[in-house]
């Protein structure tokens, strides 16, 4: 396993067409995060999952987002009647959860992300 | 709601300067500092800090963390053109007493190193 892989790289949208995005995590990763950055900014949490389950939900996601991990191994991020305000380039991050206390070796590893462009 | 602040925003220096990049927080319940280095894509990460005042250290790369002061600074010393990238921090806080993972990023440093 080489890392966290994300694909496609670049996906090119009409405004209201619907994408979904996939990510594979590091293998024995079991959480597993989705981000979004804009040009000149930091990445902005947009959901996360430890296994299966998504536990959390930023309010920056509206009801046209949607993310899945069946399994708790790969994962998707749907957008559904995209908007032009949806290009960003969409990342994914995997992290080991350790036990409470421990930060060591929980830190994240990012994808190459794909790039949304809604023309 | 959490908040990191990094500065410079931008900063272009010539091969062998040494730079020093600052990140402020103000989260609750803090539990680590994270520096990445993104050059194109993916971030890839460089320091995870937890206590103030031990300085972590790879190569021409090292970096701080005062969490009385709360804020952290990455040191580059002769820098080179392949330092050229944008450096992010990111703060890692509990959540109800238990800690998943979240991070929250700065809005980042791009430097430039020149020739």
């Known amino acids: 396993d080489t890392g966290v892989s994300q694909n496609p790289r670049h996906k090119i949208t009409k405004r209201g067409q619907n994408v979904t995005f996939r990510c594979d995590p590091i293998s024995e990763h079991n959480r597993l995060y989705w981000y979004r950055q804009t040009l000149g900014q930091g990445p902005e949490f947009l959901t996360y999952f430890q296994n299966e389950a998504q536990l959390e939900k930023s309010r920056l996601l509206s009801d046209r987002f949607s993310a899945e991990r069946p399994k708790g191994s790969f994962s998707t991020l749907e957008i559904q009647r995209t908007e032009q305000g949806d290009s960003a380039m969409y990342l994914c991050a995997s992290s080991l959860a350790r036990q409470f206390g421990e930060e060591r070796g929980s830190e994240a590893f990012f994808g190459q992300g794909t790039r949304l462009t809604v023309v | 709601e959490d908040k990191v602040v990094q500065s410079p925003l931008s900063l272009v220096v010539h091969e062998g300067d040494t730079v020093t990049l600052n990140c402020s927080y103000e989260?609750?319940?803090?539990?680590?500092l994270l520096w990445y280095k993104q050059e194109k894509k993916a971030p890839t990460f460089l320091f995870m800090l937890?206590?103030?005042?031990i300085e972590k250290k790879s190569g021409r790369l090292s970096s701080i963390l005062d969490k009385k002061e709360l804020f952290s600074i990455l040191n580059i010393t002769a820098t080179q053109t392949g330092d050229s990238a944008i450096y992010l921090c990111a703060v890692k806080a509990n959540a109800g007493g238990t800690s998943y993972g979240k991070l929250t990023f700065g809005q980042g440093t791009i430097l430039t190193v020149h020739p």
């Open positions: 989260v609750t319940n803090f539990r680590s």
């Open positions: 937890t206590s103030s005042g």
